[in-house]
């Protein structure tokens, strides 16, 4: 049985725990109101520009861009998977691997080969032992633009080369502070999305091309690539703070219900020690 010291002394070690616990807690909360705002903010630009590029798909079926141009040969398809580059957040970069694991299986299939990058430590580390991984970007404390631009810019120069055919997308999806979804999407080659193209089809924008559909697609579609990767980027960096959030509120609660426990434990065997000392008493003065 653990003496009266050692439980004490396990008291301060899950109350230190506690304080980190806490304080990480209200760290993730105050930085997934950013990043949530953040995400609502990217979510109509994003629709909207698809809907652009659905409609000038509509009115120019001659427009063309490389990056829309789908490649006859299936030889590589590319999988860009996003994590964190911190852990103690649950499930949240398991889930993401798990789905790159499955698409790897099903969608790979169809081509010779499969690359994999990387976005954040995690995902480094777990493809680094099992995989070449082609490229990976870590260190991305918070999520700027301009990491969308490079990754945009690494994965246009190896499709307009032919060195891939294909490429997605991996990341967890925002869904609310409760829940984070594993999302695939794909990046190359570009498409916008079917439902935003349908509807670009049945209502007409109310603007017209100038000078012409193709001057506007060299300059939106580059632009469409760099901000779906930012908005996965975006939506990836909220669901971390959400997924911390709430990994930790539950490490804290355990930590209430240990000291609870340890603590009852103290006062019994501090009250069985007082006991014993008790008995041994009145037995010497019975002795006597």
């Not at 080369?161 to 979804?181: C, K, P, R, W």
């Amino acid at each position: 049985m653990a003496s009266l010291k050692d439980i004490k002394r396990r008291i301060g070690t899950v109350e230190n725990t506690q304080q980190i616990t806490s304080a990480m807690r209200m760290v993730s909360a105050a930085k997934l109101r950013r990043a949530q705002d953040a995400i609502m903010a990217a979510r109509p630009y994003a629709q909207k520009m698809y809907a652009t590029l659905g409609e000038i798909g509509r009115r120019q079926k001659d427009a063309e861009h490389p990056l829309l141009q789908v490649h006859e040969t299936r030889t590589v398809m590319e999988v860009v998977v996003v994590t964190s580059d911190r852990g103690l957040c649950g499930a949240f970069n398991g889930n993401a691997i798990k789905a790159a694991e499955r698409a790897i299986r099903e969608k790979g299939s169809a081509f010779d080969r499969v690359a994999v990058s990387t976005v954040g430590r995690k995902a480094t580390e777990y493809f680094g032992k099992r995989r070449d991984v082609a490229r990976s970007w870590t260190g991305i404390a918070s999520v700027d633009i301009a990491d969308a631009v490079e990754i945009a810019n690494y994965l246009s120069e190896r499709y307009n080369s032919g060195e891939i055919d294909h490429a997605l997308i991996i990341y967890n999806e925002f869904v609310s502070a409760m829940t984070q979804s594993p999302n695939i999407d794909q990046l190359l080659p570009l498409s916008p999305a079917e439902e935003i193209a349908e509807a670009g089809a049945a209502d007409a924008m109310p603007f017209e091309i100038e000078p012409d559909a193709a001057g506007l697609l060299n300059v939106l579609v580059p632009q469409a690539l760099e901000f779906s990767i930012f908005r996965a980027l975006l939506e990836n960096q909220a669901g971390e703070h959400a997924a911390r959030m709430t990994a930790m509120e539950s490490a804290t609660r355990n930590t209430e219900d240990l000291i609870k426990s340890l603590t009852l434990k103290y006062n019994r065997a501090r009250q069985a020690a007082i006991t014993r000392e008790l008995v041994e008493i009145v037995s010497g003065a019975e002795a006597l």
